[in-house]
């Protein structure tokens, strides 16, 4: 964790939060792309990673050992006095203090932008606060805010100078997103394994398996941190066990570099011609199976080499 906390801060990230392997992310190194590094050793409190202690003879690592990081988002807008952390006044922070954002120029691409920074779902409204319980408090630091709704941060948008514009808090904005789409494996041994499900509108439902694929299940593993996708057989996906109640996505198309099964093509939310007799089920390899596979390779291709050095000098 010291390690991903100086990576975290010299990308100029919130604080860190796990340690995640490397090989979890899409698409992985290529084979001839060097390993610089090993036995990083960080006391935490470094600028850059090069200032940590380091060995740079690489003779043992290869790419199934890549490190990986993940780390917060920096707090530089967030929606507040809503039904939760995606509903709510924009506000955004400016030399360490948070201010509101005027209406003027505001748009749904605008919200887009913020729905996607905070980790959200898609903006469903935008709009003026109406009353005084919702109206913000302090400076207004934003207004004539132009985004075009592929920025990555609210900040990376056209907007007027900081601070200078001639807005009331009666022209305060208003954004409501989605709930952060959310996914999980029920039914199995582990996180790793079972009946897909995902989260709408505060309600679980299964996922049909209309054109599912092993792309799709690539993301769906990707997104869940677990290993690569193990087939499941209709006869084995029965173990798992049918849904009941809504039956949410079908038709998913993925070309598996998605980083979430947010981000494939569907139907509209519940539109399907499907049973729960068809509800997709998903085995991905945890990461410990990942790694004992690795060993044993590594055991069986040491075993033929003893095999064949036996036959070729004898005992």
Known sequence: MNDVAVVCRELGCGAAIRTPSGVIYKPLADEDQKVLIQDVNCTGVEENLIQCEQDEDVYSCSHNEDAGAKCEFPETVQLVGGPGRCKGRVEVKHKGQWGTVCKAGWNLSAAKVVCRQLGCGR???????????????????????????????????????????????????????????????????????????VLHKGEWGTVCDDGWGEKEEQVVCKQLGCGEPVFVSAKDRRRFGFGNGRIWLDDVYCSGQEQSLEQCRHRFWGHHNCNHREDVAVDCLELCDRVRNIILTFLVLDLQVQSDLYFLMGP
């Open 123 to 197: 903006a469903i409204l935008t709009q003026r606060c109406c009353s005084k319980s919702t109206q913000g408090q302090g400076p207004i630091w934003l207004s004539e805010v132009s985004c075009s709704g592929k920025e990555a941060d609210l900040e990376d948008c056209p907007s007027g100078l900081w601070g200078k514009n001639n807005c009331t808090h009666d022209e305060d904005t208003w954004v409501e997103c989605e709930d952060p789409f959310q996914l999980r494996l029920v039914g199995g041994e582990s996180k790793c394994s079972g009946r897909l499900e």
